[in-house]
């Protein structure tokens, strides 16, 4: 199996602030990465798919970038609506993992 | 808009099967892989599987000998059993609907709750 590791696994920034999230796969995954935001009680919600492509709809302050092993998730200026827990998920073979998520809170 | 919507119990009995339904509407389940998902009280995401509308699937290996997916390509439902849960199993089991390298569209999600 593919592991995720993603880092840190808590952040605490400010509305305005430039934030990266870090995804870590323990094989190469080519681009074959996902990321997800979700906020408390709610489904997940798609952000970026194939490492870099953003989902119609998602702000594009959000950007993904990376491949191989080595994935960010970038927000460029965060808003009040950004804080959540966000996921990456890998989809290069079963089982298709998530990492462990990374938890933004308010500063 | 594809919407996914859970069913089934919400209380299941240690050593039972636990049985959800998906029901899909606002397109067809054709052509799509279909996926559970599920999320512990306070923990991460854990992919279960998929089925594709051919009756195709694959799980994941740490519930592989113990679930089992179907679909009804009629009713445009994809159903996930899962059988000997403990307490371990309890959590929101989401429904959703796996696209290019993501998963673009998720049900509510239904808790699951294994108790005696």
């Known amino acids: 199996d593919i592991q995720l590791t993603q880092s840190p696994p808590f952040l605490s920034a400010s509305v305005g602030d430039r934030v990266t999230i870090t995804c870590r796969a323990s094989q190469g995954i080519s681009s074959y990465l996902a990321w997800y935001q979700q906020k408390p009680g709610k489904a997940p919600k798609l952000l970026i798919y194939?490492?870099?492509t953003l989902q119609s709809g998602v702000p594009s302050r959000f950007s993904g970038s990376g491949s191989g092993t080595e994935f960010t998730l970038t927000i460029s200026s965060l808003q009040p609506e950004d804080f959540a827990t966000y996921y990456c998920q890998h989809f290069n073979s079963y089982p298709y993992n998530f990492g462990q998520g990374t938890k933004l809170q308010i500063k | 808009q594809v919407q996914l919507q859970e069913s089934g119990p919400g209380l299941v009995k240690p050593s039972e099967t636990l049985s959800l339904t998906c029901t899909v509407s606002g397109g067809s389940i054709s052509n799509f892989y279909w996926s559970w998902v599920r999320q512990p009280p306070g923990g991460g995401l854990e992919w279960i599987g998929y089925?594709?509308?051919?009756?195709?699937?694959n799980y994941n290996p740490s519930l592989k000998s113990r679930v089992t997916m179907s679909v009804d390509t009629s009713k445009n439902q994809f159903s996930l059993r899962l059988n000997s849960v403990t307490a371990a199993d309890t959590a929101v089991y989401y429904c959703?609907?796996?696209?290019?390298?993501?998963?673009?569209?998720w049900g509510q999600g239904t808790l699951v709750i294994v108790s005696s």
């Open positions: 959703a609907r796996e696209t290019t390298f993501s998963i673009d569209s």
């Open positions: 089925i594709y509308e051919t009756g195709s699937s």
């Open positions: 194939a490492a870099s």
